[in-house]
């Protein structure tokens, strides 16, 4: 009699109820194929209950207690107990966790899970989060930072305008500024960091790069000359994504010198050369070429003000942003000096304000739209107070940017913005200030309603731009998979084709040099006693890696250790680089393909440290698994002892 399916959801409380209940367990993260736990009590663990529940395939109960489900289906299993205990995948479970989460809670992670598992990477998006893994952890500092920076800037603009007295005020302004460029003067610092703990660089090292855009310690007398030009550098020329740049050529060049370096002088040598080599990079080749970018942009700006109207407002307010990311907006300084010289105000100045308000625009479309994505709502909610005083950073770095598309849609926004101003003309600001609400009591000549109708307008362009062109996709399909009921069984990664009308023959191959082995001599019982399916493994001469047959690259898993395949015909071939390597967090492995990719026998779909491999005691196995043996009518070895890559080792005929 089959076994009746079993949801997710009582899929996790099943394997929770046999492993001696959530009290039992200490906690929980997955591989590939299997739920792994860490058990208080392994007597209290029954082997045989596991077992005998529906959709689990077998039990190993080793130092973990690891029950296999298979592909595609894992990580749902997974994400569904650590819903059901309350706590993130691998975090503790307190001994008092119980299983009354509520059931929305536990489809919410399971289905956020599921389709984070979905998303195909690419550089752009590997990019993308790597910034936001950067500037997220300053969130707080920004939001804090920035309000009180924000607030300094209202209090400033009063007295410039006369609002309110400066003998009284400009000590308390002071002060809040003392604590505000605790974060801001220092921001490429922190970014330098940030940068080196996402890139697996030295973080102190990473500080020291960041610091270096500062040329703290420069003779003013006799600065250091832009190559390009022969102008003086600026202090903070490359701004942050000149830092960001040099930190990510600082981890390349530390991970090669980590590998030639004697270990006796590693410590010496290693951060002295990667200092002298990155930093003199920074100081001579990218600073200089923001140097020479700012020169440009200078003559542009010269060009667009001269235009003059609604052109120039939109090109000045779309453009502003990217030029504070590159740190290129100080070039401005000098115009708005002159402009305030010459006429007693800079109508540049609101103009570039529209940019702010673009980012307010598209943060409030965010919000709207991602109202469900808690954590990007909790961002948003710290950032907007700080984004509509004229503070940018919160909204730029910890939601925009990382975004991608928004950060288009928000400069979009502040083209509008700016266009409204210029159109309307003679809107001036009295003196250097912040932008946003923050700039109105600078606004010259009593035209400070012109300048709200810019900022509305700013708003507006960037919240219905965002809200209909700027809502990244696969974002959306997370929060609208929350709303989704849990099917009643689900599938693995792929969908099997309808069965042929005749079987066919699919040749297998050696997936590197080596030699090949029955599955049955693996090391991990989960394989050898093929409790995922038949196949075999390659002991590998080297860590070149190859697609053991032609189809579909259907499942990356996040640590790199383990690659799904789907054969035109629908049989499931699974790639496990390694015997429990999940625990190596990926550094091994370097994929080379993407999922959605088509692949050949002859696609190099992976390099493998296979030093670092046997460094951290792992068996090297390169194990080619079919997972879906329900398809398969017979499967025959045909090789074994040394092969290389292209040769045929199995013959199996599905269905």
Known sequence: MAKEELTVTQLAEKIFQESGGIENV???????????????????????????????????????????????????????????????????????????????????????????????????????????????????????????????????????????????????????????????????????????????????????????????????????????????????????????????????????????????????????????????????????????????????????????GAFSGFVLGATFLPMVMFGLHQILTPIHIQMIEATGSTQLLPILAMAGAGQVGAALALWIRLRKDKELSEMIKGALPVGILGIGEPLIYGVTLPLGRPFITACIGGGIGGAVIGALSNIGATAIGPSGVALIPLIANGHWLGYVFGLLAGYAGGFVATYFFGIPKDRLAAVNAVDEEVPAATSTVATTPATSAAPETIELYAVAEGTVHAITESKDPVFSQKMMGDGYYVAPANGKIYAPAAGTVTTIFPTKHAIGITTPNGLEILLHMGVDTVELQGKPFNILVQEGQQVTAATQVAEVDLAELAASNKATDMLVVLTNMEQVISETMTAKGTVTSASPVMTVQVK
């Not at 299993?77 to 307190?94: F, K, R, T, W, Y």
């Not at 952890?137 to 209202?154: C, H, N, Q």
């Open 26 to 308: 200490a906690s929980v993260t997955h591989c590939m194929t299997r739920v792994r736990m860490t058990v208080r009590d392994h007597n209290k663990v029954s082997k045989q209950g596991l077992q005998n529940i529906p959709g689990v395939l077998g039990v190993v109960d080793d130092e973990q207690l690891q029950v296999i489900i298979g592909p595609g289906k894992v990580n749902k299993v997974a994400n569904a107990m650590a819903a059901q205990a309350g706590v993130d995948l691998g975090q503790e479970i307190p001994v008092a966790a119980t299983s009354g989460k509520e059931a929305v809670n536990a489809k919410a992670a399971e289905m956020k899970a599921a389709q984070k598992a979905k998303q195909k990477q690419s550089p752009i998006k590997s990019l993308l989060k790597d910034i936001s893994n950067i500037f997220v952890p300053m969130i707080p500092a920004f939001v804090g930072a920035g309000l009180v920076a924000g607030i300094a800037s209202v209090m400033t603009n009063l007295i410039t305008a006369g609002k309110i007295d400066g003998d009284t005020w400009n000590y308390y302004v002071m002060i809040l500024n003392i604590l505000k460029n605790g974060m801001f003067s220092y921001l490429v610092i922190f970014t330098g960091v940030n940068a080196a703990q996402v890139f697996k660089a030295n973080p102190t090292l990473g500080g020291v790069i960041g610091s270096v855009v500062l040329l703290t310690g420069m003779n003013p007398e006799a600065p250091i000359t832009n190559l390009f030009t022969g102008d003086p550098l600026a202090a903070g020329q490359g701004g942050i994504i000149g830092v960001i740049f040099a930190v990510w050529l600082l981890a390349k060049l530390e991970t090669v010198l980590h590998r030639v370096i004697p270990e006796a002088i590693d410590i010496i040598v290693t951060p002295t050369l990667c200092l002298l080599a990155i930093g003199l990079a920074e100081i001579f080749l990218i600073m200089p070429l923001a140097g020479f970018i700012s020169d440009s942009l200078v003559g542009s700006i010269n060009w667009v003000l001269n235009v003059g």
